[in-house]
């Protein structure tokens, strides 16, 4: 049965996922900050989708094998966002809250897998 945090959880990655769209929509029209961009995009919605499909799990291996999935474009996502910072396509001040909110669901995720392995 979902509890308040699930929901919660759902709204948040909907919300990270919003976020991501917004970014890629405010990058500047360079070639490189398209083939980044499109590829943080790719990731940064995933988030959600994977968690939503998560919660319909079957069985716990399901479970932790799709808050995985999480994990694994949280951090992908990051690695995006990172590079966008470093090849100063975006200043580092527009994506740092963006960056942070990518940190702290890293953080839920793996909190999460851990609790659900044991």
Same mark, same amino acid.
């Given at each position: 049965?979902?509890?308040?945090?699930?929901?919660?959880?759902?709204?948040?990655?909907? =919300? $990270?996922?919003?976020?991501?769209?917004?970014? $890629? !929509? #405010? +990058?500047?029209?360079?070639?490189? =900050? &398209?083939? +980044? /961009?499109?590829?943080?995009?790719?990731? /940064?919605?995933?988030? /959600? @989708?994977?968690? &939503?499909? @998560?919660?319909?799990?079957?069985?716990? #291996?399901? $479970?932790? %094998?799709?808050? /995985?999935?999480?994990? *694994?474009?949280?951090?992908?996502? #990051?690695?995006?966002?990172?590079? +966008? !910072?470093?090849?100063?396509? !975006?200043? =580092?001040?527009?994506?740092? =809250?963006?960056?942070?909110?990518?940190?702290?669901? +890293? %953080?839920? $995720?793996?909190?999460?897998?851990?609790? #659900? *392995?044991?």
């Amino acid at each position: 049965m979902k509890d308040e945090k699930d929901n919660d959880l759902v709204e948040r990655t909907t =919300a $990270f996922g919003l976020r991501v769209v917004k970014m $890629f !929509v #405010a +990058l500047p029209k360079s070639e490189e =900050a &398209r083939v +980044l /961009g499109k590829q943080c995009l790719r990731s /940064g919605t995933s988030v /959600g @989708a994977n968690y &939503r499909e @998560a919660q319909r799990a079957r069985s716990s #291996a399901e $479970f932790i %094998a799709k808050i /995985g999935d999480c994990l *694994k474009e949280l951090d992908e996502t #990051a690695y995006w966002l990172e590079l +966008l !910072v470093r090849s100063e396509i !975006v200043p =580092a001040p527009k994506l740092s =809250a963006l960056q942070d909110e990518t940190n702290q669901l +890293l %953080a839920i $995720f793996t909190t999460i897998s851990k609790n #659900a *392995k044991r």
